[in-house]
């Protein structure tokens, strides 16, 4: 059973930065896309950024130049560098992984909570 954890949320003031991580355990080959989401509260779960197993990365327009994804393969791990936050940028974020012969898997969730 493949499995996502992830950490790095919290609360900070308008301006500041947040890392967000998550980690895939358990039996699988290899994830082929991870993705970051985003629900806002009473709003429905949108995609952040999602990068390929190639390393090819994609951004919502909203966070563009302020957000970066990347992994660490050997770790089977995703990250998501948040910069120059903003209230509207408050939510739960999901991560989310395609695994290979599995399907997608989510993990739990993780509350960002900017304040102006």
């Known amino acids: 059973q493949v499995q996502l954890v992830e950490s790095g949320g919290g609360s900070v003031q308008a301006g500041g930065s947040l890392r967000l991580s998550c980690a895939a355990s358990?039996?699988?080959?290899?994830?082929?896309?991870w993705g970051w989401y985003r629900q806002g509260p009473g709003k429905e779960r949108d995609v952040v950024a999602n990068?390929?197993?190639?390393?090819?990365?994609n951004y919502a327009d909203s966070v563009k130049g302020r957000f970066s994804i990347s992994t660490d393969n050997a770790k089977n791990t995703v990250y998501l560098q948040m910069n120059n936050l903003n209230p509207e940028d408050s939510g739960v974020y999901y991560c989310?992984?395609?695994?290979?012969?599995?399907?997608?898997?989510w993990g739990q969730g993780t509350q960002v909570t900017v304040s102006s």
């Open positions: 989310a992984a395609l695994v290979s012969w599995i399907g997608t898997i």
């Open positions: 358990g039996r699988f080959t290899g994830v082929n896309l």
């Open positions: 990068i390929t197993r190639e390393g090819i990365a």
